[in-house]
């Protein structure tokens, strides 16, 4: 693994941490999880599908996010919001959002799929 921003003391030590860390069982089952809810999430967010996306489907997504993670009723949370916004409008808006005219992927540095992103100082550049 090469790093562009440590000083190469640091690449063993970096390069040692990632070998015991990729061997690790629990990180190997998070990673599968990882993925096996990256690929649920990009079938029901594909822009064929998203316009019947049901309230259950929205609920999960919702309940998956980071920021949710403090709400212990996380159906509570759901709720709330699609009866303040009605779930045509969340479709709408999610629809919008990701593939609209102005979707957010246009709109910053280092998210759409055809833009460097300058931001970042500090890139892995090889495994």
Request: aromatic letters at 10%; one cysteine or more; charged letters at 30%.
């Amino acid at each position: 693994m090469k790093w562009q921003c440590f000083s190469p003391g640091h690449h063993e030590l970096i390069e040692e941490y990632a070998r015991k860390l990729t061997k690790s069982s629990s990180l190997l089952e998070e990673r599968k999880s990882h993925r096996r809810l990256r690929k649920k999430f990009g079938i029901m967010l594909a822009k064929n599908r998203l316009k019947n996306m049901t309230e259950i489907e929205f609920g999960e997504l919702i309940s998956n996010l980071w920021a949710s993670a403090i709400w212990g009723n996380k159906d509570y949370l759901v709720q709330k919001i699609i009866d303040d916004n009605g779930i045509d409008a969340i479709r709408t808006q999610f629809r919008d959002l990701l593939y609209g005219p102005d979707s957010f992927q246009k709109g910053l540095p280092g998210l759409d799929s055809n833009q460097e992103d300058s931001t970042s100082k500090c890139r892995q550049t090889n495994w």
